[in-house]
């Protein structure tokens, strides 16, 4: 059996903006990528915690300490700039390993900085 846990998390990220002329996905600061072992392409959930809206979409990289946290095509239009989101990944992880199994949650302040 396996089990699906919540592997990466950046909690209470700001939208810095949307670009709803794009093919879709959510661009992130290559730092926070990094600190989270999200990679570009993997599937991704967004919590809005400004508006209570959850969709999926996937991940692209943005500018290393840009800070840019941006919903692109159709997903532009479930949030606005300010908003506050949590991104979380899950990962499919073996029964015998799961109670052990330890998420990487990066917390971020008001500009998108990882707080160490």
């Known amino acids: ?20 002329d794009y093919e879709g996905s ?6 926070l990528l990094e600190r989270a072992d999200i990679l570009p392409h993997e599937q991704v959930q967004i919590y809005n ?9 996937y991940a692209i ?10 919903l692109n095509g159709a997903a532009a239009r479930l949030g606005q700039p300010g908003d506050l989101v949590i991104i979380a990944a899950y990962a499919s992880v073996p029964d015998a390993e799961a109670r052990a199994f330890k998420p990487r949650v990066v917390l971020v302040d008001e500009k998108n900085r990882p707080r160490d």
């Open 26 to 31: 959510i661009a992130i600061d290559a730092e």
């Open 1 to 20: 059996m396996h089990r699906i846990l919540l592997k990466s998390k950046i909690h209470r990220a700001r939208l810095t903006g949307t670009h709803l």
């Open 61 to 70: 990289k943005a500018r290393r300490g840009s800070g840019a946290v941006q």
């Open 49 to 57: 915690l400004s508006n209570g809206i959850r969709f999926t979409t």
